[in-house]
């Protein structure tokens, strides 16, 4: 257990839909990044926060947003979903350079 | 730009070892290994800053030489706990610390 938490589990949608997974780091973190996963693409880094503020972008589609809260708790929003949206977001903390990855958020759009 | 990872698979028997490699064309500032089993997280085993060392964790171990942008990470004497896919993530310095990740290596030990 990394101490990292993400909510929900699994997450099963329709194209057009939108959806909110939300991420606790652990305790004391303050940098948050949000990772997809899809078979295809691998595992990619979508974006950054530290403290409430954006550090970097990946390759975020303009249908994401994220945001971190004051508690530090980040969320990530994917709107107009697509069937390709369908992979598993993971969140991940840190203090210093190492993350570690909270279980993930499997969604599925059908 | 996505590291390479080699190789793709490997199987192994109970006790035998193996060696999985990243290579990136872009000057890194530190390489990150994970390992990830089917459904689930990946796992941080280590991380291995620029200056070219050696870090060892239990019978799993890696090196990074960043002269060639390269690191390769030794499984001892496997066990079948050590089956999954593993990945390294790269970092090429700055204030934020994103990775890129390679494509994974997928390990397999049989009893």
């Known amino acids: 257990d990394s101490g990292v938490t993400q909510t929900p589990k699994h997450l099963i949608t329709a194209t057009g839909q939108r959806v909110t997974l939300r991420c606790s780091p652990r305790?004391?973190?303050?940098?948050v990044y949000w990772y997809q996963q899809s078979l295809d693409q691998g595992l990619q880094f979508l974006i950054q926060y530290y403290n409430g503020e954006e550090r970097a972008k990946g390759n975020i589609l303009e249908r994401f947003s994220a945001q971190q809260f004051p508690d530090l708790h980040s969320e990530l929003n994917l709107s107009s979903l697509e069937l390709g949206d369908s992979a598993l977001y993971f969140c991940a903390s840190s203090v210093a350079r190492e993350q570690f990855f909270g279980p993930g958020t499997r969604l599925t759009v059908l | 730009q996505q590291p390479v990872q080699s190789p793709q698979a490997v199987i192994l028997r109970e006790g035998e070892d193996a060696v999985i490699n990243c290579s990136s064309s872009?000057?890194?500032?530190?390489v990150h290994w994970y390992r990830q089993k089917h459904g689930e997280a990946p796992v941080f085993l280590m991380i291995?800053?620029?200056?070219?060392e050696q870090k060892g964790h239990e019978k799993i171990s890696a090196s990074f030489n960043e002269k060639k942008q390269q690191s390769s990470l030794y499984l001892t004497a496997s066990q079948l706990s050590y089956s999954g896919t593993y990945f390294c993530g790269t970092d090429s310095g700055g204030s934020n610390y994103k990775l890129t990740f390679g494509k994974g290596t997928l390990l397999t030990v049989n009893p």
């Open positions: 305790s004391g973190d303050l940098s």
């Open positions: 872009k000057a890194l500032y530190s």
């Open positions: 291995l800053l620029k200056g070219g």
